[in-house]
């Protein structure tokens, strides 16, 4: 079982890395977001200077890169299912939950390169976070990263068409980005906006984030979004799993 | 190659009579009442299409078996029930010794399955896809197990290219690579040559010949009836989810007439009733009359004669072999190419 996991995990990464301009790409988005957009956020924080703007927008970014980078991760699947190379392995001795597994623990690694680089920009800047935040910050960003691919992976053999999974990706993307504050701080929201933020999941992961890097151990975020992505990670992994079964019609 | 086909070019069938009766070879594949039902939902309703209907078959160690019918017959059900992908409504096989529905892990470990998209991965080289799926079977040096098998099928060169740059032909002959890495008693083909050129084709039915001479057991679906002719050692015909007919092509033949002979005439109903006494079986197909004898060379003069004496007048005549076409045709009353168009 954690053999062919691990197998799996290093094809896959293999596969990201034979061409590894796209990777690259990947890793400096996150990098761009830091560096183009926490100047213009200076205008709107408390205090004015780039590092309270990176304080507030950091945790922000993490969050954002856990969840959208994972988020299309599925289309990989849905080309495999199409030239048949998902059905093959499915019939091979391997075991069938590492087929996914293998892929969600690639995207994992990924975001873990990505975070750090994004840690780096941001400590190099001037942010200061503790070692504790730090590692929970990082725990954090891989619950969410994990919700995100397993849900990925479930819908895009659900789905299985790219067309109709772009779509619907889209269609949840822009509530989701906004109602979590992750630009600008749900603060600055109107009530209604206030209301509903906390009905989705992602909120509660960049209030957490935010009071990470503001130190501030003891918020009662920081355990919701704990226990809130943890459940859900293990929710859309397990779906994710199970979605397999349908590969074969 | 030349020694594969005796008995299709009109020698004797010689295995049948042969004195090794009870040492026959065990079977790799004994598979009886498989049955396949799929439920599509959509706005317009349910709708239930019995795609297998109570298959069963039996193939020999080390023997090519084909599965021949038209598209939508059941043959991809068929292969895709007995590699474990889809679990059958009803019906029991056994696989290389392995019980299908109890043991589909042990099953597994026994066969290659190639299908019909292949399975060959876009941005990823031949050689580490197939690498991987040494890997997955525990071969003891993948390495060594893929750079063999790459050098079998002609793939060195490419090997390292990415799955999308290489052709139909190259694509296919991955994809068997991929099923074979791990010296596999069995091998699935799904429609091995769908859209290859006939020289490709060609080429790929030299190397499943080779895989008999390797002790390979093969069971291949196809729509092509020259590709079962020409590879198989025995077939089954399948359509609508039922077997029709099952034996060697040669016997196939045999069973329907050895010769056909296939005529335009003016009047086919009268033309008909003059050749009955003379041949085995008469067939109006919309504007031919196909006469089936069992040797054509001897029964023309005849035939000619009869026509003229009931002063038919005849617009075209040809005398061929019989071919698959004509069992189907025989057994289903359409061609296979017909068969093909509506479905």
Request: aromatic share 6%; with cysteine; charged share 20%.
């Amino acid at each position: 079982m954690i053999r062919h996991t691990v197998l799996f995990t290093g094809y896959e990464l293999k596969k990201s890395f034979s061409n590894p301009v796209w990777p690259l790409f990947g890793i400096m988005q996150p990098v761009l977001y830091l560096l183009m957009f926490a100047p213009l956020l200076k205008t709107m924080t408390p205090g004015g200077t780039t590092v309270d703007a990176l304080r507030v927008f950091t945790p922000a970014s993490m969050m954002m890169i856990a969840v959208f980078g994972s988020l299309f991760s599925g289309f990989g699947l849905i080309a495999e299912l199409r030239n048949g190379s998902l059905e093959r392995y499915a019939v091979s001795p391997a075991w069938r939950p590492a087929i996914v597994l293998g892929r969600v623990a690639k995207d994992m690694v990924v975001l873990v390169c990505q975070a750090i680089l994004v840690l780096v920009v941001a400590i190099a800047m001037g942010v200061r976070i503790g070692a504790v935040e730090l590692v929970l910050v990082l725990l954090l960003m891989a619950a969410t990263g994990l919700f995100a691919s397993g849900l990925s992976q479930g819908l895009a053999l659900t789905v299985r068409d790219e067309n109709g999974m772009s779509q619907t990706l889209n269609l949840f993307m822009l509530p989701i980005m906004l109602l979590a504050g992750l630009f600008v701080p749900i603060s600055f929201a109107p009530d209604w906006m206030k209301t509903l933020a906390p009905i989705n999941p992602l909120y509660h992961a960049v209030e957490a984030g935010r009071a990470l890097f503001a130190g501030r151990l003891s918020d009662s975020s920081i355990p919701v979004a704990f226990g809130l992505f943890v459940v859900l990670a293990v929710l859309t992994t397990i779906w994710s799993m199970r979605s397999l079964r349908r590969i074969a019609g | 190659m030349q020694r594969a086909l005796p008995d299709r070019v009109g020698g004797r069938p010689e295995a049948d009579a042969s004195p090794c009766k009870e040492r026959e070879p065990p079977m790799i594949i004994q598979a009886d009442g498989l049955r396949k039902t799929f439920t599509t939902r959509s706005r317009k309703g349910t709708q239930t299409v019995e795609a297998v209907r109570g298959v069963g078959l039996e193939v020999k160690k080390g023997e090519i078996f084909g599965v021949l019918g038209p598209n939508g017959a059941g043959k991809t059900t068929t292969i895709r029930m007995l590699s474990t992908l889809i679990a059958p409504d009803a019906g029991k096989a056994l696989i290389a010794g392995h019980d299908l529905l109890k043991e589909p892990a042990a099953v597994r470990r026994n066969l290659g399955y190639v299908s019909q998209a292949g399975g060959v991965e876009d941005t990823t080289s031949a050689r580490a896809q197939i690498v991987m799926a040494a890997k997955i079977h525990n071969v003891t040096d993948p390495k060594r197990a893929t750079a063999e098998v790459l050098e079998r099928f002609d793939l060195t060169e490419m090997a390292d290219r990415p799955g999308r740059t290489l052709s139909g032909g190259q694509k296919r002959r991955v994809a068997i690579a991929i099923g074979l890495v791990h010296s596999p008693p069995l091998l699935f083909l799904d429609e091995p040559t769908t859209g290859l050129d006939p020289q490709n084709r060609a080429n790929l039915w030299e190397r499943i010949r080779q895989l008999r001479e390797a002790g390979t057991s093969v069971l291949l679906s196809t729509h092509y009836l020259d590709e079962a002719d020409a590879l198989c050692d025995r077939l089954m015909i399948v359509d609508h989810g039922e077997v029709v007919a099952e034996g060697t092509p040669g016997d196939l033949k045999r069973e329907v007439s050895g010769d056909v002979i296939t005529l335009r005439a003016d009047d086919l109903e009268r033309a008909a009733d003059t050749l009955k006494p003379l041949a085995r079986e008469t067939r109006v197909d919309e504007d031919v009359l196909r006469v089936y004898v069992d040797d054509g060379e001897h029964t023309l003069p005849a035939l000619l004669r009869a026509l003229e004496e009931q002063g038919i007048g005849l617009s075209s005549i040809a005398l061929d072999r019989s071919t698959l076409d004509d069992v189907f045709l025989a057994k289903t009353g359409r061609t296979l190419r017909d068969a093909g168009a509506d479905s």
